[in-house]
């Protein structure tokens, strides 16, 4: 069965740092594209970041784009989300999401499978 399980959050005080990760199992990382994605409560999902089955693509949201940085670890099965310089507006709960893909096709938000979150709070 596949499985996507995220961790890594919890409170961070501005200007603070975490990383997330989002670990795979049932079913083999280097065929699929993955994506991170967040949602405040009342708001809509946004996506964050996407990282293509090979490494290759990868993708930021705007507010996001020079403080995060998406990674991939094949062999582990694992995908992270280094989060740096984080502000109260990232306070959410973060979400890693799969879609298998060709080798060649860029990364996108588009997903199927999906985990359960992870929740990052930002606050002083």
């Known amino acids: 069965q596949l499985q996507l399980v995220e961790s890594g959050g919890g409170l961070v005080q501005p200007g603070g740092s975490l990383r997330l990760s989002c670990a795979a199992s049932g079913f083999t990382l280097d065929y699929y594209a993955i994506g991170w994605f967040r949602q405040v409560p009342g708001k809509e999902r946004e996506g964050v970041s996407c990282?293509?089955?090979?490494?290759?693509?990868?993708d930021y949201a705007d507010s996001v784009k020079g403080r995060f940085t998406i990674s991939r670890d094949n062999a582990k099965s694992t995908v992270y989300l280094q989060m740096n310089s984080l502000k109260p507006d990232d306070t959410a709960i973060y979400y890693c999401?799969?879609?298998?893909?060709?080798?060649?096709?860029?990364?996108?938000?588009?997903?199927?499978?999906w985990g359960k979150g992870t929740l990052v709070t930002v606050s002083s």
């Open positions: 999401a799969a879609r298998q893909t060709l080798p060649l096709e860029l990364c996108g938000y588009d997903m199927n499978y």
């Open positions: 990282i293509s089955s090979s490494g290759g693509s990868i």
